[in-house]
């Protein structure tokens, strides 16, 4: 088992109806399969409507408050770029983000009362936040349906972890086998795409 | 609906506090459970719907579920109800008599404070309700202890034959942490005691129970005083000493964890010997309390010298970095400053109605008529306030906009003389508290338009049953709502109560403009169902053809988001006027072939896609 003294914080943030939730939730299962204390909270203010979501997970020895203070993330899993950039102080200095750089344009960007940032993913950077961005979405859409996109960026994190990858892989794979069986395989697809379109992106970077 | 069975063996179980006062519900022995959805209290019912051995339902209003846990206790059956915490306002008639009468079998109301305001109209503090109606409440800090204390409160509701309130908070309903879960334990119904001068309280009945009452409360002090829900935590620097409740118990130990800290789990009432003694081994008492200096009154009026909220906040979460903050002052430094990137300005990204969503017709509709007023109530159609439509102009509480409508109508002045009074309301806010409502103003003659969007689901809090859908809390099929019939038997005319399909604009339109000009109580009923629920078939897709689309922007008005613009360009009107275009595109895979934003649009942009696309709605639960 790592080390467990210190706890962990990631910050998983995104829009709803992306499987933000979802995702966090697989990510504490594979923490909770290791032995960890781990409390998840989320703030989803009628999520299902578009809204921003975010879902804190802690985990280590032993866990008090669920919440995660700014300055205080470990890792920041943005499922859309506005969303990383608007979450992008949560992370300690330094820290990593991992980020879809896909879009996710709102209403009242559309109407034109709000414009969507030039580019989140040079902003963060320019914060001095080690980002590392690809196109989840596209990738997620490539693989035959965008809603793989939670599973992809699943995959991008699963090499920061304080654990090994794999257990992350086997905790997605464990819940899909368990609900929809047909889909474990496109998931383990998407699981490493999302692995492997990450370690580019911090080749490129 | 919770997709997996719960498991029902014992184990060690990854809970959300929903879950873990679900859990705990279940294994108590409960016979009866009973809700009106509400954020942030929905999944417990959910939950307890995949337990066997249990009668759960949804039931129209919070009263009514209360009635139902009463009723339930009378027979000596465990009984359990759960709400938001404006639920516990609508319910409370029936608790501050039942607290007279006392219960029989254990009965724990469950009322989640949303603390934080993630959803809700407004933040109260639930737990006045315990002093108010002089029963005991229990306040978890985690979903451990939200299933222990479950367990514990109905204990204590049998031994003092009283109602217990279980106070959670947003950060306990939605918090998931690990729980440590037992087995479900039978209790047979002791049965119904006939037993007049108990259970009908009139005057002669109720004087001699009031005694009773305080009676409990007193015995109930002593309870609290040895109680181990109460206890202190030791801690090396005892410059300060924290009294706390709920999840800022966490966030205590979490900012403070050197710090004495007094946590108090059966908070009402309140140890206060044991508090003040408590009090002498720390050089300074704080209570943290969310949201209202309710203990710290109490504890001050007992002659115990604390600070609370001169140094914290009343509004919202006490998080640690509050905290840290609060005592910063307190100790006369500076408030940490944790070293931190810079917040970066985002445009903001509210909630949107859904791609198709029966009500954006509703609204795109209501956006585009003039002089009138616009009475709304609470659900998914409270969004029509905002852009694109600005088609809403109050929301008050659950049926509020059927009174206000009438209030409107009576006390308008002359100004007003000719504006169009409109009220607005969603199927199962109409069931809660509209019905009432409307039935004022068939018999009082109101100049009102009534607006019911029938979607057949509380879509707001999860697209739920109700009895417009015709099926109950476990999926089973139950009679149907009869809206028309109702309203009709309310005394609104025949002739003034009409059924439309708000997908079809013109239609819609027409009956808006001629039923807001005939002077007495009419109700359009729209009929298509929420996008969200299994019965919701998306057909095909739209796309805009670009060389036709030239940038007028009325579809943008419908508020779909599945509608996107790709370019904006200025250009100057023959008038001279000069006006921004924005051209669009639909996402095709979202769009569900509604037809809402191809009717706004004059040169005929919008078509079916070709070659059909699947569509993959893009928010379904
Ligand atoms: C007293 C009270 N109970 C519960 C709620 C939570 N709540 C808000 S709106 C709503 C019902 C919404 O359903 P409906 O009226 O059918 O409208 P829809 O969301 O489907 O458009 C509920 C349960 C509340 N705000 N107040
Ligand atoms: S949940 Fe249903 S009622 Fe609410 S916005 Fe979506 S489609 Fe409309
Ligand atoms: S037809 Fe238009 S309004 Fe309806 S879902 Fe598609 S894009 Fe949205």
């Given at each position: 088992m790592p080390e467990i003294s210190k706890t962990t914080n990631i910050l998983v943030c995104g829009v709803g109806g992306q499987g933000v939730m979802t995702a966090t939730e697989i990510l504490a299962e594979?923490?909770?399969?290791?032995?960890?204390?781990?409390?998840?909270?989320?703030?989803?203010?009628?999520?299902?409507?578009?809204?921003?979501?975010?879902?804190?997970?802690?985990?280590?020895?032993?866990?008090?408050?669920?919440?995660?203070?700014?300055?205080?993330?470990?890792l920041l899993v943005g499922f859309e770029a506005a969303e990383a950039l608007r979450w992008g102080h949560m992370l300690r200095p330094g820290a990593a983000a991992l980020v879809n750089s896909g879009r996710i344009v709102p209403p009242v960007v559309n109407v034109g009362l709000f414009d969507y940032p030039d580019d989140p993913v040079a902003q963060m950077r320019t914060l001095g936040l080690a980002v590392y961005a690809f196109d989840a979405s596209s990738l997620a859409q490539q693989l035959g349906n965008i809603r793989l996109g939670n599973t992809v960026m699943l995959g991008a994190s699963a090499d920061r972890l304080p654990f090994p990858a794999e257990v992350l892989r086997d905790a997605v794979l464990a819940r899909f086998s368990a609900r929809k069986p047909h889909l474990a395989e496109i998931n383990r697809e998407a699981f490493e795409a999302g692995r492997q379109a990450v370690a580019a992106a911090a080749l490129a970077a | 609906m919770s997709a997996s069975q719960p498991v029902t063996a014992p184990s060690r179980l990854f809970l959300s506090g929903n879950e873990a006062v679900a859990r705990a519900v279940w294994e108590a022995g409960t016979r009866v459970a009973a809700a009106y959805p509400g954020t942030p209290s929905t999944e417990i019912l959910e939950v307890l719907a995949g337990y066997p051995d249990l009668y759960a339902e949804w039931?129209?209003?919070?009263?009514?579920?209360?009635?139902?846990?009463?009723?339930?206790?009378?027979?000596?059956?465990?009984?359990?109800?759960?709400?938001?915490?404006?639920?516990?306002n609508v319910?409370?008639?029936?608790?501050?008599?039942?607290?007279?009468?006392?219960?029989?079998?254990?009965?724990?109301?469950?009322?989640?404070?949303?603390?934080?305001?993630?959803?809700?109209?407004?933040?109260?503090?639930?737990?006045?309700?315990?002093?108010?109606?002089?029963?005991?409440?229990?306040?978890?800090?985690?979903?451990?202890?939200?299933?222990?204390?479950?367990?514990?409160?109905?204990?204590?509701?049998?031994?003092?034959?009283t109602p217990v309130i279980l106070r959670l908070t947003t950060r306990i309903c939605h918090v998931k942490g690990l729980v440590l879960a037992g087995e479900r334990r039978e209790v047979e119904p002791g049965g119904f005691q006939k037993d007049p001068r108990r259970w009908v309280m009139v005057p002669g009945n109720a004087k001699p129970r009031l005694p009773l009452m305080f009676e409990r409360e007193r015995a109930l002090r002593e309870e609290s005083a040895a109680s181990p829900?109460?206890?202190?935590?030791?801690?090396?620097?005892?410059?300060?000493?924290?009294?706390?409740?709920?999840?800022?118990?966490?966030?205590?130990?979490?900012?403070?964890?050197?710090?004495?800290?007094?946590?108090?789990?059966?908070?009402c009432p309140p140890p206060l010997e044991r508090l003040r003694i408590f009090a002498e081994t720390v050089d300074e008492l704080v209570v943290v309390e969310e949201t209202e200096p309710l203990l710290e009154g109490e504890i001050k009026?007992?002659?115990?010298?604390?600070?609370?909220?001169?140094?914290?906040?009343?509004?919202?979460?006490?998080?640690?970095?509050?905290?840290?903050?609060?005592?910063?002052?307190?100790?006369?430094?500076?408030?940490?400053?944790p070293e931190v990137v810079a917040p970066q300005q985002v445009f903001p990204r509210p909630p949107t109605m859904c791609i198709a969503c029966p009500h954006l017709g509703v609204y795109y509709t209501l956006s585009q008529m003039r002089n009138i007023v616009i009475s709304g109530d609470i659900g998914c159609y409270t969004l029509g306030a905002g852009h694109p439509w600005n088609a809403l102009d109050t929301c008050i509480s659950m049926g509020a906009s059927m009174g206000v409508a009438l209030g409107m109508d009576k006390g308008r002045g002359a100004v007003d003389a000719n504006k169009k009074i409109v009220a607005v309301i969603g199927d199962s806010t109409f069931m809660h508290m509209g019905l009432q409502g409307l039935l004022d103003i068939a018999w009082n003659r109101g100049n009102v338009t009534v607006l019911l969007l029938d979607n057949r689901a509380v879509g707001m809090t999860g697209g739920q049953d109700n009895p417009g859908t015709g099926?109950?809390?476990?999926?089973?099929?139950?009679?149907?709502?009869?809206?028309?019939?109702?309203?009709?038997?309310?005394?609104?005319?025949?002739?003034?109560?009409?059924?439309?399909?708000?997908?079809?604009?013109?239609?819609?339109?027409?009956?808006?403009?001629?039923?807001?000009?005939?002077?007495?109580?009419?109700?359009?009923?729209?009929?298509?169902?929420?996008?969200?629920?299994?019965?919701?078939?998306?057909?095909?897709?739209?796309?805009?053809?670009?060389?036709?689309?030239?940038?007028?922007?009325?579809?943008?008005?419908?508020?779909?988001?599945a509608i996107h613009v790709t370019r904006r360009e200025n250009t100057v009107k023959a008038s001279g006027k000069e006006v921004e275009l924005a051209f669009v595109r639909i996402d095709t895979a979202g769009c569900t072939g509604c037809g809402l934003c191809v009717q706004p649009c004059a040169p005929e942009a919008i078509v079916h896609a070709e070659p059909a696309v699947q569509a993959v709605p893009f928010v379904r639960k």
């Open positions: 594979a923490a909770l399969s290791l032995g960890f204390d781990v409390k998840k909270t989320e703030v989803a203010g009628m999520s299902q409507r578009g809204g921003v979501v975010t879902s804190h997970l802690r985990f280590g020895a032993q866990v008090r408050s669920p919440q995660i203070l700014p300055g205080e993330a470990d | 039931s129209i209003n919070e009263k009514v579920s209360l009635e139902v846990a009463l009723g339930a206790s009378m027979m000596g059956a465990r009984a359990f109800c759960a709400m938001k915490h404006v639920g516990l319910a409370s008639d029936a608790l501050m008599t039942m607290t007279v009468t006392g219960t029989e079998g254990g009965l724990v109301i469950a009322v989640a404070d949303d603390v934080g305001m993630s959803s809700s109209q407004n933040e109260q503090d639930s737990r006045f309700w315990g002093r108010f109606a002089h029963v005991p409440v229990l306040e978890p800090a985690d979903s451990q202890e939200a299933y222990a204390m479950t367990l514990a409160a109905f204990d204590l509701s049998e031994r003092y034959r829900l109460n206890f202190a935590v030791a801690g090396r620097d005892r410059r300060i000493g924290f009294v706390a409740t709920g999840p800022a118990f966490m966030h205590v130990r979490e900012a403070f964890p050197d710090a004495p800290v007094f946590k108090l789990g059966l908070s009026a007992a002659g115990i010298a604390c600070r609370g909220k001169d140094l914290l906040p009343s509004i919202g979460e006490l998080a640690p970095d509050v905290l840290e903050r609060g005592i910063a002052r307190l100790r006369g430094e500076a408030a940490p400053e099926r109950d809390l476990r999926g089973n099929e139950t009679p149907r709502v009869d809206f028309a019939a109702l309203c009709e038997a309310v005394g609104v005319r025949r002739e003034r109560i009409r059924v439309v399909d708000p997908y079809q604009l013109p239609v819609l339109f027409k009956a808006l403009r001629e039923e807001t000009k005939i002077e007495e109580p009419s109700v359009i009923i729209t009929d298509r169902p929420c996008v969200l629920i299994d019965h919701y078939t998306p057909t095909k897709p739209y796309e805009v053809i670009d060389d036709r689309c030239t940038g007028c922007g009325n579809c943008l008005e419908v508020g779909c988001p």
